[in-house]
């Protein structure tokens, strides 16, 4: 009972929890960072630049304006952060899954809204007109996001669904556990619109450019950080990097999960087996984890960064719901006449 | 028989709320009284309720009353009877314990009104008419009690007569309200005339074999008028303006009670009277009639720039979702879509009384008017903002595990039946929800934070008794959507059998044997199921929150994550001011109907479309009744 409980403790709070998210959160920031400044060429930042950061803005004075919600403005960061961590231990590491009888894609669907929301309220607790005019932008980006995100979890419901025979699977450790016995969703033809409308998902969850007009630091200053400093704008800072993370090792779950099948089979091939081989397993399954989400994000975050400028507002929108949203749509059909 | 024999329990359930309705009429001058008779009444029917939960409910009885006892005799019933079977008291239970929570609310809210006997005579009324509704075994009566609730509804629309719009709210509520009871009335007529009963048990055997031109028009005539009770789709414009003009504690009974009632109808008439919803089209139609008020009135919700106009826009919205699961004809589907009939109650009940705490303090439910009252009213703040993630499907509120269950029904049926119509409903109800979040977080930010406007400096917390009543309904969203098993198990699937149990219903009122003996073709027996694709335990979810949050709190407080430098005197110019670019500090609230123009912009051709067609003139809308009525008979004679 103890020694169960200490495990579960240590999911949260070591692996795939908060030591976990911390550190590749942060570097896969710090990843993003250097790749964008080399395309540009820059020297750019040190890869560890993001944990230098973090740990000087814990050491500065948070200064609370006046007219602000004191409880809102504080509390809301902090809950942003444990609801990411938690979201994260719902998306499994290939064959590893934390908990995997809590939360369905649906469900994660909309806990992904719970740090939106926390940094929106956060934001609109201190009363700034930048940050009311920066959650009007991230409530208008969220909603952009959501129509694509719906139609490509849709139609992988529906793939893998109609493969394993249950017609609808939004399970996800069924979803890896399919691919890793039939090889990767990315492999299947009809899929690849899907993919592709996710990964350009990606940087409008993550709020990057060229979809950060909430954020917009030349134009309203940050708009809901405006306000924040010292520790709550560096717990603000993690959970962007954690964002980084979740949305790339979604996406890695969703549409690579055939990787982890060949993981095993290279192991067990090798004639290991027992405990030794499992821990190996999971040992190569988080390096190549790691290794795919920064691919992942130099592809659809630094890349896109360093080519493109900020779009307005009204543009974001119309571009998710007509290109990115087509693109799912087109996956979804073809999955729906079984193709 | 005893007098205390659950038998009795539905009538008096309904009794103790006229009784109390004439006691106060006749001794309200009184206010220790009033207050004493309007509780006591709507908490014994609660009660009475209550107690009918074990058998009704676990033991899976139904209660037939015979007022009078009088009994069917010679295969006709001719008394007046009333009927309980887990759907009935399904409705009834929600119906009794939110206008227990509104009475309690109305206390101290409407302590400042004149005329506090009429209110509470006509609220009374209203609970009754509604209670009647649910329970009755028979279609005439049902019409009764739709009358009594619709006219109570509309002398308390206009009940704050001197505000603004309330006279020509109710007008209108009265003219297109008229419009659905008179179908109501003709289509009872109809059926009457063709059946020579009124039971609805007995309709329910003799109608669906015998289906002729005049049943047909019936079947239109009843749907359009249950139709208007619920406010559905093209009836939405008149909620609206209700709502807007009650006060807070009838827009709950109004948002939370009356629509479930046509809910309520809309389901006895497709699924006993006619058991029409085995066809198709017709569950095609249903749903996608759910859909389209999903869609189109959470767009006019995010155009409002009235608190509670908002609100009323968003309830015909979650009705939606009712009418779409419930419409797919699937046992989880129906258990899903009462599950969101009760949440709604819930939530929107709570939302209301939210905006009438801003009123009651304020005096405005302008959303451009206000801001800041986060500040002023941090209790209410806190419970709005509970009722604001539940209406919009933020784990682990009660909205989420309904709205959940209701995605993983309409897929599910898209699935079965291979109609990509219902896939389409999916994708609605998934961006419906989200469309909701907008509109709540523009009136989070355009009232509750923000900047606080000079005229409200003073405003103070709302008094105890309407905060309680606000908190037991945040309190119950919270466990609901905490405890979706059990809600499910002990009240929607019991409720959802119910619904395809129209055989037991049949032989329970009029003995055993007579449905087989009466229909030409007993319908068929569906497999009821309640199996899910999804996994969602919110219990779960919730521990390992807590947990993550807890270790961030000791981390961020051991970090000193509050360390606030002292406010001396020399560092105070301008540090803990606004940031506001260097420029002088005004008063700049960002909120209002505009907040999202990102979205608008791009929606700007539908918006103004919309704004064109909600006219708001009540001929218009008289129009669109009868358009609608037109289409139904059209429909119902080609296809049933």
């Known amino acids: 009972m103890i020694i169960e409980a200490l495990k579960y403790l240590a999911y949260v709070l070591i692996f795939p929890g908060f030591l976990f998210c911390f550190l590749t959160g942060m570097l896969l920031c710090g990843i993003d960072r250097k790749l964008v400044a080399r395309m540009q060429k820059r020297v750019?930042?040190?890869?560890?630049?993001?944990?230098?950061?973090?740990?000087?803005?814990?050491?500065?004075?948070?200064?609370?304006?006046?007219?602000?919600?004191?409880?809102?403005?504080?509390?809301?960061?902090?809950?942003?952060?444990?609801?990411?961590?938690?979201?994260?231990?719902?998306?499994?590491?290939?064959?590893?899954?934390?908990?995997?009888?809590?939360?369905?894609?649906?469900?994660?669907?909309?806990?992904?809204?719970?740090?939106?929301?926390?940094i929106m309220i956060g934001g609109a607790a201190t009363g700034s007109p930048y940050a009311g005019v920066g959650l009007s932008r991230e409530m208008v980006t969220v909603l952009s996001c959501e129509l694509p995100l719906v139609l490509v979890l849709l139609a992988v419901g529906k793939k893998v669904g109609a493969a394993t025979g249950s017609g609808l699977c939004f399970s996800l450790s069924e979803i890896v556990r399919y691919q890793m016995l039939n090889g990767s969703l990315l492999g299947k033809l009809s899929m690849l619109p899907a993919a592709a409308a996710f990964l350009m998902v990606i940087p409008g969850e993550t709020g990057s450019h060229p979809f950060d007009a909430a954020e917009a630091e030349t134009e309203i200053c940050e708009g809901m950080l405006a306000e924040y400093s010292g520790a709550p704008l560096g717990v603000y800072k993690l959970s962007h990097a954690v964002k980084l993370l979740t949305m790339t090792s979604l996406f890695v779950m969703l549409f690579l999960g055939g990787i982890g099948g060949a993981i095993q089979n290279l192991i067990l091939g090798a004639g290991l087996s027992g405990g030794a081989a499992g821990a190996l397993i999971i040992l190569l399954d988080v390096l190549v984890l790691f290794a795919l989400c920064a691919a992942i994000t130099a592809a659809a975050i630094s890349f896109v960064h360093a080519v493109t400028a900020r779009l307005k507002i009204e543009q974001i929108f119309k571009y998710y719901w007509t290109v990115v949203a087509a693109l799912a749509l087109v996956s979804l059909v073809l999955a729906w006449y079984g193709l | 028989m005893n007098m205390l024999s659950l038998q009795h329990f539905p009538i008096y359930s309904i009794m103790v709320l006229f009784l109390g309705a004439f006691l106060i009429v006749i001794f309200g001058k009184s206010k220790v009284f009033r207050h004493a008779v309007a509780l006591l009444a709507t908490f014994a029917s609660f009660f009475f309720m209550a107690m009918l939960f074990k058998p009704v409910m676990l033991e899976g009885q139904t209660i037939a009353y015979w007022m009078g006892n009088r009994v069917p005799a010679g295969g006709y019933a001719i008394g007046i009877a009333l009927e309980v079977d887990a759907l009935s008291l399904f409705f009834g239970l929600l119906v009794s314990c939110v206008v227990f929570i509104a009475c309690v609310y109305s206390i101290q809210y409407m302590s400042h009104d004149d005329n506090v006997p009429q209110y509470y005579t006509l609220f009374l009324m209203l609970a009754g008419g509604v209670m009647g509704l649910v329970l009755s075994g028979d279609l005439f009566n049902m019409f009764i009690m739709v009358e009594i609730l619709t006219f109570a509804a509309v002398a308390l629309t206009a009940f704050r007569n001197t505000a603004n719009g309330a006279l020509e709210a109710a007008f209108k509520y009265l003219v297109v309200g008229c419009i659905g009871s008179t179908c109501i009335l003709a289509g009872t007529i109809m059926l009457y005339a063709q059946v020579h009963t009124l039971n609805l048990a007995q309709m329910s055997a003799l109608i669906p074999g015998n289906l002729s031109t005049a049943t047909k028009v019936a079947f239109a005539l009843l749907f359009i008028g249950f139709c208007t009770k619920a406010f559905l789709v093209p009836f939405h414009p008149l909620a609206a303006d209700a709502h807007g003009a009650a006060p807070a504690s009838i827009s709950v009974l109004i948002s939370g009670v009356l629509t479930k009632s046509g809910i309520y109808g809309l389901i006895r008439l497709s699924y006993f009277l006619f058991q029409s919803m085995a066809l198709g089209t017709m569950q095609f139609w249903l749903v996608f009639l759910g859909s389209v008020s999903m869609f189109v009135c959470v767009t006019m919700a995010l155009a409002q720039h009235d608190f509670k106009r908002l609100l009323a826009f968003h309830s015909i919205s979650q009705i939606g979702y009712v009418l779409a699961s419930v419409g797919l004809c699937t046992a989880f589907g129906i258990s899903a879509g009462l599950y969101h009939a009760m949440n709604h109650t819930l939530f929107k009940g709570l939302l209301f009384l939210a905006a009438g705490a801003v009123l009651h303090e304020t005096g405005t439910t302008d959303l451009g008017k206000l801001g800041g009252l986060s500040r002023k009213m941090p209790h209410t703040t806190v419970l709005f903002l509970i009722g604001a993630f539940s209406i919009?499907?933020?784990?682990?509120?009660?909205?989420?595990?309904?709205?959940?269950?209701?995605?993983?029904?309409?897929?599910?049926?898209?699935?079965?039946?291979?109609?990509?119509?219902?896939?389409?409903?999916?994708?609605?109800?998934?961006?419906?929800?989200?469309?909701?979040?907008?509109?709540?977080?523009?009136?989070?930010?355009?009232?509750?934070?923000?900047?606080?406007?000079?005229?409200?400096?003073n405003v103070k917390e709302v008094p105890f008794g309407m905060r309680l009543a606000m908190g037991i309904l945040a309190a119950m969203c919270l466990v609901t959507g905490l405890l979706p098993e059990a809600v499910t198990r002990y009240l929607t699937e019991p409720a959802a059998r119910a619904v395809f149990a129209v055989t037991d219903y049949i032989n329970n009122m009029m003995g055993a044997g007579y449905a087989q003996?009466?229909?030409?073709?007993?319908?068929?027996?569906?497999?009821?199921?309640?199996?899910?694709?999804?996994?969602?335990?919110?219990?779960?979810?919730?521990?390992?929150?807590?947990?993550?949050?807890?270790?961030?709190?000791?981390?961020?407080?051991?970090?000193?994550?509050?360390?606030?430098?002292?406010?001396?005197?020399?560092?105070?110019?301008?540090?803990?001011?606004?940031?506001?670019?260097?420029?002088?500090?005004?008063?700049?609230?960002?909120?209002?109907?505009?907040?999202?123009?990102?979205?608008?912009?791009?929606?700007?051709?539908?918006?103004?479309?919309?704004?064109?067609?909600?006219?708001?003139?009540?001929?218009?809308?008289?129009?669109?009744?009868?358009?609608?009525?037109?289409?139904?008979?059209?429909?119902?004679?080609?296809?049933?």
């Open chain 2, 392 to 457: 919009s499907g933020i784990p682990p509120f009660n909205g989420f595990a309904s709205k959940w269950m209701i995605y993983q029904a309409t897929y599910q049926k898209a699935v079965e039946t291979g109609n990509i119509g219902f896939l389409l409903v999916t994708i609605c109800a998934l961006v419906t929800s989200t469309l909701t979040l907008a509109s709540f977080v523009k009136v989070t930010q355009s009232v509750f934070f923000g900047q606080l406007p000079k005229e409200y400096e």
């Open chain 1, 44 to 118: 750019g930042p040190p890869i560890l630049q993001p944990f230098y950061d973090f740990f000087k803005l814990c050491g500065k004075e948070t200064i609370i304006p006046a007219a602000a919600n004191r409880t809102v403005f504080l509390l809301a960061p902090l809950v942003g952060l444990a609801a990411l961590v938690v979201l994260q231990l719902f998306i499994p590491v290939f064959g590893f899954s934390a908990f995997s009888n809590v939360a369905d894609v649906i469900v994660i669907l909309y806990l992904l809204l719970i740090p939106a929301l926390s």
């Open chain 2, 517 to 640: 003996s009466a229909m030409t073709a007993p319908p068929a027996v569906q497999s009821v199921s309640f199996a899910s694709a999804g996994v969602w335990s919110p219990i779960s979810w919730l521990c390992l929150l807590m947990i993550a949050l807890l270790a961030v709190s000791i981390v961020a407080i051991a970090g000193k994550y509050d360390r606030v430098s002292v406010k001396s005197p020399e560092n105070l110019g301008g540090k803990y001011d606004l940031f506001y670019g260097g420029e002088q500090t005004v008063y700049s609230q960002v909120g209002g109907d505009d907040l999202f123009w990102g979205f608008k912009h791009n929606w700007r051709h539908y918006f103004s479309f919309m704004h064109e067609l909600h006219s708001g003139v009540v001929n218009d809308y008289s129009l669109w009744a009868v358009v609608a009525l037109a289409l139904a008979i059209v429909y119902a004679l080609i296809v049933l």
